[in-house]
DNA sequence: GACCTCGGTTGCGTATGTTGCAACGACTGT
DNA sequence: ACAGTCGTTGCAACATACGCAACCGAGGTC
């Protein structure tokens, strides 16, 4: 709809990846140099990004200030932040915080794992609905008419040999996931890890967040995943009883 | 520069402070309700803002998503992680990881201290360089000719009644703090609080950051506070030594 | 040391994108 | 049912942001 602000927009995803030269950035986002440097300037003003030397620019303070603002604010983050960073200091697994938007998982906080795998994830990075632990308990968390018009208008596209592939599946695994209460993706997302998922509930009992252990196939096979169920969905009740939820259901 | 990306920067400043509607994000700025509807529009498209219901924004994941991305691209922050977390943990007061912007000082990093004082800082946040332990590390490792610049041409708004108010007795305070290898803020930006900060230095002994512990001043007086510096001190030359600092000067 | 290239910067005229307006519509609460 | 509030749309006028081309300044090469 605005021109000049989706090109700045555009922009600062390009200097998100790495400190850009001018005229490549010009070149990527298919406008003159000149144009680029005066957006550049105007972001540079609200420290959007700043210059590192005369040739590079980067993302400055304006960023993270505002992240942070827009994290505060997120308050499931905070509610479950000590039982899940107690589930992570027990396990030494990665644990994953994330809530659904406009057809997608956000990652909305991460406890990084002690064994040092790295994992592909970040707070703020966006992952596919249909492949994650965490996807598949948001998903399942919905209305039946919104889950059913969610999984059908889906893309579903498979990263691995175990990704579901098609609605129908997609569905019959998320009846299973809201009967059994937690969720499994067994290397649907990447090959070499598998994830369990459990929800976050709220004052009503609606699902604030899916909550996640990410784990390597090679520290522990499908069913020593299976086994750390139970201590996922403890930290998870725990979580969900500081964001107000209470046993016995709706309370009003 | 340019006036709509302007604006829409200028929003997202709004909306971070906490969600608002249309027309108040309109009056607030002095635009066309149409006008910062087609802004947000394209801020949403980009994720960037978040809407809630109908009537309210947030902002949105790629806030996060960005601001990780440049924090992670910080090495500075990576590196001192390690030791800066173990300081909080063996102290248990907060810790600020700091570097000088354009004229002030941004935090990049935080960790909590055990004892729950709330203390207005935030990572992304800026405080200004006169009353701030960070600041003065920071200034006090430039080159003479610079810090005089920037001492005489800064501001000197006393927080407190202890604020250094003038060039000066500035000048004077980094020179001893250039002598002494820390600094400290003696009340100086906040009543309440005390704080002692020491440089973290990378591979040519230059100033990467600087770290600081701040402690409220119920919990300990002036001269408990400076017993705290040794320990500080420990944790910044390990900081530097994981930023590629060697103990004896310069290796080319 | 002079030349050349590459990248950043500036001024300017034009057209394009953006703005404000006013009318519409959806929703809330009385 | 009505009034008030707030979000949304189409349109025409204008200001703004655009691309161009020429100008610098620095770094590298011969």
Redesign the interface.
Known sequence: ??Q???R???L??SI????RTLDDLAAEIGVHKSTVL??L???E????V?REGTRYY????????????????IDVRRSAQPALAALNARTGHTVHLASY??GEV?Y?DKYEGRHSVRMYS?????APLHCTAVGKVLVAAMAPARREEIARSMKYPALTPNTITTPEAYLAELERVGRLGYAVDNAEHEDFIHCIAAPVRGADGEVLAAASMSVPKVLLDYEGLLALVPDLRAATTEASVHSGWTENGKGH
Do not use: P
């Not at 998100?16 to 400190?19: E, L, N, T, V, W």
């Open positions: 709809m605005s000049s602000l989706d700045a927009l555009t600062l995803n998100a990846k790495d400190a005066r957006l300037r105007t972001l003003q609200h420290h959007f700043r980067r993302l400055g303070s304006a960023m993270f200030d505002l992240a942070n603002q827009a994290l505060d604010s938007d406009d956000v909305i970040r707070v703020g990075k966006r």
